[in-house]
């Protein structure tokens, strides 16, 4: 049986870089195209964020049975609960948006209807002094 460790440590590597890539069209790309990015990423159940918390509990989960047989020091399982657990809170709170983003994002699926021209909110209009 081949030992699945360097596989498994290379498929994270790639995630990891292809997470980079993402960052950066993410950073370059148009406001709907960011919102069709934003929607997967933020999508709790198949987006990112949710993938990325279910993998921080799966190494809650891990790292408690070792830190029960004194493998790992329990600072670690604990950490890594937390961790889980505020990730899962914050993709609740990201939740309450998800909707305003996919409804950008299917917007630019959609043909080019007149849209009225956004409006800034209250929280980004500045007033020079």
């Given at each position: 049986?081949?030992?699945?460790?360097?596989?498994?440590?290379?498929?994270?590597?790639?995630?990891?870089?292809?997470?980079?890539?993402?960052?950066?069209?993410?950073?370059?790309?148009?406001?709907?195209?960011?919102?069709?990015?934003?929607?997967?990423?933020?999508?709790?159940?198949?987006?990112?964020?949710?993938?990325?918390?279910?993998?921080?509990?799966?190494?809650?989960?891990?790292?408690?049975?070792?830190?029960?047989?004194?493998?790992?020091?329990?600072?670690?399982?604990?950490?890594?609960?937390?961790?889980?657990?505020?990730?899962?809170?914050?993709?609740?709170?990201?939740?309450?948006?998800?909707?305003?983003?996919?409804?950008?994002?299917?917007?630019?699926t959609a043909a080019n209807a007149?849209?009225?021209?956004?409006?800034?909110?209250?929280?980004?209009?500045?007033?020079?002094?």
């Open positions: 049986m081949t030992d699945p460790m360097p596989c498994s440590v290379a498929l994270a590597e790639d995630i990891t870089h292809r997470l980079g890539q993402l960052t950066e069209y993410l950073a370059q790309a148009p406001p709907r195209q960011a919102a069709q990015i934003l929607g997967k990423v933020l999508d709790s159940d198949e987006g990112i964020l949710g993938q990325v918390t279910a993998l921080l509990a799966t190494g809650s989960y891990f790292a408690q049975h070792h830190a029960r047989i004194g493998t790992f020091p329990p600072e670690v399982w604990l950490a890594l609960g937390r961790a889980s657990n505020k990730l899962h809170d914050i993709g609740l709170d990201l939740d309450e948006h998800l909707a305003d983003i996919q409804r950008l994002a299917a917007s630019a007149a849209a009225p021209k956004p409006v800034a909110s209250d929280m980004v209009v500045r007033r020079r002094r």
